[in-house]
């Protein structure tokens, strides 16, 4: 059945792959992005391109998620269109590299906001529809190398992937007796095919990176990115991430999995997530919360109000 789709970071990298294949599988798709009118103008461009020559209800969206009241207009909008929403897919983020004390607080903060507050401004926006449904899905996309292999100098953004993990996982708990499911895909570093590197943020202290660069770490970050892409098969497509998100959103309802692993590198990542999320569920079974690991699916309590 097609389902109405708002994703969020949808003007490249997995966003955009993401929306076009789901609209190629037959869902309504919001592709949502910043400046539309200005710096996103081409994507804008090329979503409307893709729709009309495939077909599909593939269309974009004006939503900054470093502004309340951009996602609550764009929420809104998609609400007023379509009467509901049926699957948020929070992918909106941003890489940085660098030595990690040549970034400042502020750019920690930046990058936090990014990719935790701005979680929290779509669900917010958002939850209320999903929550009026009783069914609904929170997709959200992570990163596998918080979790497993580290390599250095990506200190800022492991740690605020980590603490989207640790957001959606709390979620996933809080939304399950209304019916809602939660599904943390994570990919794993490809390093082609994205353009996530070349377009991380550096550091705003240049000085004390070149410490770092002209010290006992002179070659690191090149040595570091080298062996990362050298550990990528040769075969790894960023495709492979959306066909995933297609599989999840195409599960029937109460059969979705909690987190799926994407990661040709195979860093670790899936055998760590596995302990803590096995540990989860065992802990809110001894009390007395089991139920709050699969979502509630009495038909009856669904898309009530």
């Known amino acids: 059945m097609s389902q109405v789709i708002l994703i969020t970071g949808a003007s490249s990298g997995?966003?955009?792959?993401c929306a076009r294949a789901l609209a190629d599988a037959g869902h309504i798709v919001y592709a949502?992005?910043?400046?539309?009118?200005?710096?996103r103008a081409p994507a804008v461009k090329a979503v409307k391109a893709y729709a009309n020559e495939h077909g599909v209800h593939l269309r974009a969206i004006e939503l900054n998620v470093l502004s309340?009241?951009?996602?609550?207009?764009a929420i809104e909008q998609v609400i007023t269109e379509q009467g509901r929403i049926d699957v948020v897919v929070h992918n909106a983020?941003?890489?940085a590299f660098g030595a990690a004390e040549a970034f400042t607080p502020e750019q920690f903060a930046r990058l936090y906001d990014i990719n935790v507050l701005g979680t929290q401004r779509v669900n917010r926006a958002a939850l209320p529809q999903l929550r009026k449904q009783r069914d609904g899905l929170l997709l959200w996309v992570g990163s596998s190398s918080h979790r497993g292999g580290t390599p250095p100098y990506l200190a800022p953004y492991f740690?605020?992937?980590a603490a989207m993990d640790a957001l959606?996982?709390?979620y996933a708990s809080e939304l399950a007796r209304w019916g809602i499911e939660t599904t943390i895909v994570v990919p794993g570093a490809f390093t082609k095919g994205t353009q996530h590197f070349a377009h991380a943020g550096a550091p705003a202290d240049q000085a004390r990176q070149a410490e770092y660069d002209n010290g006992p770490n002179r070659g690191l970050a090149d040595e570091a990115l080298k062996n990362l892409a050298a550990c990528e098969p040769a075969d790894a497509d960023p495709m492979s991430v959306a066909r995933a998100i297609v599989d999840v959103v195409n599960t029937p309802y109460g059969h979705r999995p909690f987190r799926v692993h994407i990661d040709p590198s195979e860093d670790g990542?899936?055998?760590v997530a596995g302990v803590a999320d096995h540990i989860r569920a065992e802990?809110?079974?001894r009390i007395g919360l089991g139920d709050l690991l699969s979502p509630h699916t009495d038909k009856s309590a669904r898309h009530v109000g």
């Not at 309340?68 to 207009?73: E, F, W």
Request: aromatic share 6%; with cysteine.
């Open 283 to 285: 802990f809110l079974r």
């Open 14 to 17: 997995f966003g955009a792959m």
């Open 269 to 271: 990542c899936e055998v």
């Open 32 to 39: 949502s992005m910043r400046d539309t009118d200005a710096g």
């Open 168 to 170: 959606a996982v709390s």
């Open 68 to 73: 309340q009241a951009s996602v609550d207009v």
């Open 159 to 161: 740690a605020a992937k």
């Open 93 to 95: 983020g941003h890489m």
